[in-house]
């Protein structure tokens, strides 16, 4: 059974940085791509970062680069988002996600197959 288990949200102020963090469990974690996708209130899901199988390849959204790091650790089946001078329009749910049998990072968050249950990020003004 495939688990994806994401940490790390709290409240930060405007200019402060969080790490988020996605634990992996029940699958070989280098045969997926992951991503980070966020979902503010009211607003649908949209795509924040995304990381190929290896590392080696990164994709980001226009609102968030320059700012967030997507990054994993392929011993601890873990994936990291560092998020760097957040804004309060950062203000949202964090997802992580699972592509299986994807290749490149993408944005389309209907091509990921599992989900975790989310952890949720407030940056105050």
């Known amino acids: 059974q495939v688990q994806l288990v994401e940490s790390g949200g709290g409240l930060v102020q405007a200019g402060g940085s969080l790490r988020l963090s996605c634990a992996a469990s029940g699958l070989i974690y280098s045969n997926y791509v992951m991503g980070w996708f966020r979902q503010a209130p009211g607003k649908e899901r949209e795509f924040v970062a995304a990381?190929?199988?290896?590392?080696?390849?990164?994709l980001y959204a226009d609102s968030v680069k320059g700012r967030f790091t997507i990054s994993r650790d392929g011993a601890k089946n873990l994936v990291y988002l560092q998020m760097n001078s957040l804004k309060p329009e950062d203000t949202a749910v964090y997802y992580c996600a699972a592509d299986v049998g994807g290749v490149i990072p993408v944005l389309d968050l209907n091509q990921y197959d599992y989900w975790g249950q989310g952890t949720r990020v407030t940056v105050s003004s």
């Open positions: 990381i190929s199988r290896r590392g080696g390849s990164t």
